[in-house]
């Protein structure tokens, strides 16, 4: 069965910490791992990754992918309080299945 | 106009009740999707519907009943619901064709009650 895990579920840190939050992921037929970020309702996108060892990185948000160990990371540096949020991690099949991760909780205090 | 639009924002309804689900976007994109996401849970799929086409339907329920009527509108239709179907019902959309190498872009859903 396919399933995507993260970790840490829940995260408290202060402003200007960095974090790392963690993804890995069994999932049949992999074409793609994703990252999104939901605050409210509506996910929004961050980075789709399909080769292992390239980062991708949007102002202080970056991410990598291990497609050997199966696993993908989201850095946030200098975080804000506007980064408080679900961040949400899928992997992407040939089948054109999408399957998210139970999400990893962030809560940024000032 | 990057949006998806859903409406309603919110929705009561009994178990008898008939009521439908609508999801719009303008900006071209040929795939859209329904994802169902309770409390704290992650979104789970349910359609994809490619080209104006159903191609994934991921055993829900024929209680809930997708249609596509043509590239820009979604709607799900919903019918004799169990309290246990109440979440947040979530509309995305992909440029292309659906596959898993889309950037899926979600519209704010409709958060759904049945008494």
């Known amino acids: 069965e396919d399933k995507v895990v993260q970790s840490p579920l829940s995260l408290v840190v202060h402003e200007g910490d960095t974090v790392t939050l963690n993804c890995s992921y069994e999932?049949?037929?992999?074409?793609?791992l994703l990252w999104y970020k939901q605050e409210k309702k509506a996910p929004t996108f961050l980075f789709m990754l399909?080769?292992?060892?390239i980062e991708k990185k949007s102002g202080r948000l970056s991410s990598i992918l291990d497609k050997k160990e199966l696993f993908s990371i989201l850095n946030i540096t200098a975080t804000q309080t506007g980064d408080s949020a679900v961040y949400l991690c899928?992997?992407?099949?040939?089948?054109?299945?999408?399957?998210f991760g139970p999400g990893t909780s962030l809560s940024v205090i000032p | 106009d990057t949006e998806v639009t859903q409406t309603p924002k919110h929705l009561v309804m009994g178990m008898t009740n008939k009521k439908s689900l609508k999801c719009e976007q303008h900006?071209?994109?040929?795939?859209m999707y329904w994802y169902k996401q309770k409390a704290k849970k992650p979104p789970e799929l349910m359609f994809v519907?490619?080209?104006?086409?159903?191609?994934i339907n991921e055993s829900v329920p024929s209680r809930f009943s997708p249609e596509c009527p043509n590239s820009s509108l979604l709607n799900l239709h919903l019918h004799a619901l169990q309290p246990e179907d109440s979440a947040l019902y979530l509309c995305?959309?992909?440029?292309?064709?659906?596959?898993?190498?889309?950037?899926?872009?979600f519209g704010s859903g409709t958060q759904l009650s049945v008494l």
């Open positions: 995305a959309s992909s440029q292309g064709r659906a596959t898993a190498n889309e950037k899926l872009f």
């Open positions: 999932v049949t037929n992999f074409r793609s």
């Open positions: 399909t080769s292992s060892g």
């Open positions: 899928a992997g992407g099949t040939s089948y054109d299945k999408v399957i």
């Open positions: 900006m071209g994109h040929r795939a």
């Open positions: 519907y490619s080209y104006e086409k159903l191609s």
